[in-house]
């Protein structure tokens, strides 16, 4: 399960189940959500022990260090073990989860069309002139 060769960045996220899928993983590291030393990381680069990234995921920002290299995904309480989560404990509250609007296609009530109780009772005033 320990890999001793290399190991790219996109498949370790992925393996310590920072993310769910590796197409996920690589596609944070594209558009710059995970950081070497400040500095952008391609979904390639080489894992090595003791590195520290910055990721940011949705949920929030990571700080981690790399204790050990995991090639496989693993159940979550044996994959913790390959990381060390070195986030400051400010940053931890910084990110907080906006889920998208929730939408129904429902619209709301009272706004937008008139229903046929309202309907009615409009013709009913119009009829009464």
Sequence with gaps: ???KEK???DKYLWSIRLFKTRS???EACEKGKVKLNGDNVKPAKTVNLNDEYEVKTEARKWVIKVTGLLETRLAYSEAIKYYEDITPPDELN???FQP???NTGK???KV???TKK???SFEEFMDED
């Design 107 to 109: 619209r709301l009530s």
């Design 100 to 102: 998208a609007a929730f």
């Design 118 to 120: 309202d309907r009615r």
């Design 94 to 96: 910084s990110i907080t």
């Design 112 to 114: 937008g069309r008139p």
């Design 1 to 3: 399960m320990i890999k």
């Design 24 to 26: 996920l993983a690589a």
């Design 7 to 9: 190991l790219r960045i």
